[in-house]
């Protein structure tokens, strides 16, 4: 449960949102848990649950504001994101300095990624998951995910890197 209300908590910005999340997977969980095969991972499938709900969260909302197409609205994973490649080589002792960051300032960054890019960065960073896992949730091929997560990963280091600065963490000499 923690790790689900921790993930819904990036996912929408919102804590009432987060619980409802939340409250709303378990509900299906137990409704379908018939479905669940003994000896699978609960926890992953749980977060299709979550996932799934988000989506029909976020389809919702788009529909209240415009009588558009939701395929019209969904962002390109690199729509609007520059992709210029970020050497985490340069940053002196990346763990050491990720560690700095407090929750709130890594949730906005990851709340500012496209939902494609947040949810494989969620899966296979936060929660663990393996590559295989994280496909068979997203129902994308895991060649998708390894993708997703390295631009998702150079964008976050992107947009964190002037925080890092801001806060004399790094000198002006490390490259973006």
């Known amino acids: 449960m923690a790790d689900l209300l921790r993930l819904a908590r990036i996912l929408t910005g919102d804590e009432?949102?987060?619980e409802d999340l939340v409250q709303e997977t378990m509900l299906r969980a137990y409704r379908g848990l018939e479905s669940w095969r003994q000896g699978t991972n609960m926890r992953a499938w749980l977060l299709t649950i979550m996932r799934n709900?988000?989506?029909d969260r976020i389809r919702k909302q788009a529909?209240?504001?415009?009588t558009g197409s939701i395929e019209e609205m969904e962002i390109e994973p690199s729509a609007g994101v520059p992709m210029d490649d970020i050497d985490p080589g340069s940053w002196p002792n990346p763990d050491e300095l990720l560690?700095?960051?407090?929750?709130?300032?890594?949730e906005a960054?990851?709340?500012?990624?496209?939902?494609?890019?947040r949810w494989v960065l969620l899966l296979v960073?936060?929660?663990r998951l393996s590559v295989?896992?994280?496909?068979?949730?997203?129902?994308?091929?895991?060649?998708?995910v390894k993708s997703r997560a390295s631009?998702?990963?150079?964008?976050?280091?992107?947009?964190?890197?002037?925080?890092?600065?801001?806060n004399g963490w790094l000198d002006e000499s490390v490259q973006d």
């Open 125 to 127: 960073d936060v929660q």
């Open 63 to 66: 529909r209240q504001i415009t």
């Open 99 to 106: 560690e700095r960051f407090s929750d709130d300032q890594i």
């Open 16 to 18: 009432y949102l987060a």
């Open 151 to 166: 631009r998702a990963r150079a964008v976050l280091r992107k947009r964190l890197l002037p925080l890092a600065r801001d």
């Open 53 to 55: 709900l988000n989506v």
């Open 109 to 117: 960054a990851l709340r500012q990624l496209p939902d494609s890019m």
């Open 132 to 144: 295989v896992e994280a496909a068979a949730i997203l129902g994308v091929a895991e060649g998708t």
